[in-house]
């Protein structure tokens, strides 16, 4: 699942290249507030009926538009007065399609609002040897965040992992034997 941020920013295709069996088809999730999913991105350039647009508000004529390429369009509560949608309606809604897994490889937004929701179990971050700063730079995460380290999202169970140069730390928001 990514924003349409990080579409429209990077033009992802979000397709599985593990080469491994899937029991399922993998469904590509796009979380878009008003249907700005670009018509010309590969996500619909390639969509066959495995592309998922969750928005907030859907005006019909851009609607019918995203439907006639092949994309599932449905529209999913608003969240807490930002007129995104709703991270837990999100989580509800493919609960009910039978997703029992779910990938956030999301921007600063998407992931932001996923740790504020408390949909996030498990956390996978990659780091590479580079250091990014300044006002221009993209954070982790956006929005109204952890400001007490009280506060903060602890990840527990932790588990480091090496690719060449760089590395990913792997853990858990919600220990997946029970203690939280």
């Known amino acids: 699942m990514v924003g349409v941020g990080t579409v429209i920013a990077d033009d992802p295709l979000l397709t599985d290249r593990s080469g491994l069996p899937r ?20 996500l619909v350039k390639t969509a066959k009926d495995d592309v998922l647009v969750l928005c ?15 994309i599932r369009v449905e529209q999913v509560p608003v969240g807490a007065g930002d007129g995104r949608p709703d991270m837990n309606a ?22 932001g609002a996923a740790l504020a929701s408390g ?17 221009g730079s993209v954070p982790f995460a956006t929005g109204p965040g952890f400001e007490r380290m009280s506060d903060a999202a602890h990840v527990k169970s932790l588990k480091l992992h090496r690719f060449g140069e760089d590395f990913a730390v792997e853990g858990y928001l919600r220990d997946p034997y029970g203690d939280s």
């Not at 907030?56 to 092949?70: N, P």
């Not at 949909?119 to 006002?135: R, S, T």
């Open 90 to 111: 999100i989580a509800r809604r493919l609960g009910t399609m039978e997703v029992a897994s779910l990938i956030v490889e999301g921007g600063a937004m998407i992931n």
């Open 119 to 135: 949909v996030v179990d498990k956390v996978f971050l990659y780091y590479a040897p580079k250091i990014l700063g300044g006002i």
């Open 23 to 42: 029991r399922k088809p993998l469904l590509r999730v796009i979380v878009d507030s008003r249907l700005r999913l670009p018509p010309e991105s590969r």
């Open 56 to 70: 907030s508000f859907a005006e019909e004529k851009r609607k019918r538009q995203l439907l006639d390429q092949g």
